[in-house]
């Protein structure tokens, strides 16, 4: 019986077995798709024309923010990581629940946001992190003339930026394909196969398509809630999701990210992927 919880620290500062979670194919037999609710309106439902994707950071800028500054590191708890979890759920980070302690969830809402704003990626929070915590930038748009609710993913920092009707709603760190091929044997459909791919994550814009509830198997492994949007390749909830691109070519998020987005991105809206990640 499958335990499903929260990746715990260990999980998300592995690299991972790439066969925990591997991409699907489009070929597989579809499973029964369950109506997803409307996008609820932001809290500050706007006017005309849809907002600049910068105006969720300019706002939460407006008023003056002090960050307690203290050195944090990976198992840290107490007032200063409730302070920090806050803060990066209202930028739109998703840290977990602000129980102040500072574990594997919290980290990887720390990597993207450091991400976003030209920081090395550390879990350690000192003082480069509480300043821009403090006056954050906005992610960078990837499509400037893109759909209002639209998806960006971007390779080469591995964040993904999702806007609902020109708002940023959403911002995780990801694990993209690995660009290293591999040639796979496994039981399929009852009997023995070889698979071979690429592992990349092409670059390009698509739709989200058909999804899946809970855990589903594919010839690769198992995808936590995949949402595809480029035949079999999906965003997915992962045990591990790395700092660096390890999948077969989807897009690996945290289980809690992977809880909440199908409520928030529903059928047919793009996805634009670009850049390209640049390994050390």
């Known amino acids: 019986m499958r335990v499903q919880r929260l990746p715990g620290v260990a999980a998300l500062l592995t690299a991972g077995a790439v066969v925990v979670s591997g991409c699907g ?10 109506p997803l609710p409307p996008v609820p ?9 849809a907002a600049a994707p910068e105006a969720a950071s300019e706002a939460a800028s407006e008023a003056a923010v002090t960050a307690p ?3 944090l590191r ?20 998703r840290p977990g629940k602000a129980d102040g302690q500072y574990g594997g969830t919290t980290l990887a809402a720390v990597w993207a946001f450091q991400k976003v704003n030209g920081i090395k990626p550390t879990s350690t929070i000192a003082k480069r992190t509480w300043e821009a915590l403090e006056a954050p930038r906005a ?21 993904m930026v999702l806007y609902v009707r020109g708002q940023v709603k959403l911002i995780t760190h990801i694990s993209s394909g690995s660009g290293i091929p591999y040639c796979e044997t496994t039981t399929w459909q009852g ?9 990349r994550t092409p670059t390009g814009n698509y739709r989200t398509t058909w999804r899946a509830s809970g ?15 480029n035949g079999g390749i999906a965003f997915h909830g992962a045990l591990s999701v790395p700092l660096y691109p390890a999948s077969h070519g989807c897009v690996r998020m945290p289980m809690n990210v992977a809880e909440e987005l199908p409520g928030l991105l529903g059928k047919g809206v793009p996805v634009h992927v670009r850049g390209a990640y640049k390994r050390a």
Do not use: D
């Open 25 to 34: 194919t489009q070929h597989m037999e579809r499973p029964a798709q369950t």
């Open 139 to 159: 992610p960078k748009v990837l499509v400037p003339g893109g759909k209002a609710t639209r998806a960006e993913v971007n390779l080469t920092k591995q964040i």
């Open 215 to 229: 855990w589903h198997k594919s010839y690769l492994g198992e995808l936590y809630n995949p949402i595809f949007f």
């Open 69 to 71: 500054r203290k050195t």
């Open 41 to 49: 309106p932001p809290a500050a439902a706007q006017q005309g024309p």
């Open 191 to 199: 009997k023995e196969q070889r698979f071979c791919g690429s592992a």
């Open 74 to 93: 990976l198992g840290a708890k107490g007032k200063a990581v409730t302070w920090m979890q806050q803060r990066l759920t209202e930028l739109g980070y």
